[in-house]
């Protein structure tokens, strides 16, 4: 499964992170950018309340990938979601738009703007959850 936005500096690589580190044991993650952006700090900060380490991923674009055998894309803006189209006009690869908010337009505390990257963290980590039918340990 990819993950797609715009810089791959944020939101694609957060759930990229999730998916590995919930389901990496049964489904490939990977992440690209419509165009390469810099490390974001409150990305790494959010997904280390987690546990996550996300301090080493280096943000790359499509033309980055090693592979481009994806059973699915899920793009993050809209963006990403016409490159991804064009980058799977000859492919038989579901593409699916998750509307996903930018957190780097947050404005405010560093508090505020830590509780935004925090929402988009958890909405990805829930729509993860859902594509994948996810139950915790004990759940019928």
Known sequence: MLFACSQNAVRSPMAEALGKHYFGKRVYFASAGTRRGEKDAFAIAVMDELGIDMSKHKPH???DLEDSNFDLIVTLSPEAHHKA???????????VYWPTIDPTATEGSRDHILDAYRQV???????????????PMGSV
């Open 61 to 63: 674009t499509f033309e």
């Open 85 to 95: 189209l064009e980058f799977t006009r000859h492919f038989a690869v579901d593409v």
């Open 121 to 135: 963290r958890d909405g990805l980590l829930k729509r993860i959850e859902d594509l994948l039918d996810y139950r």
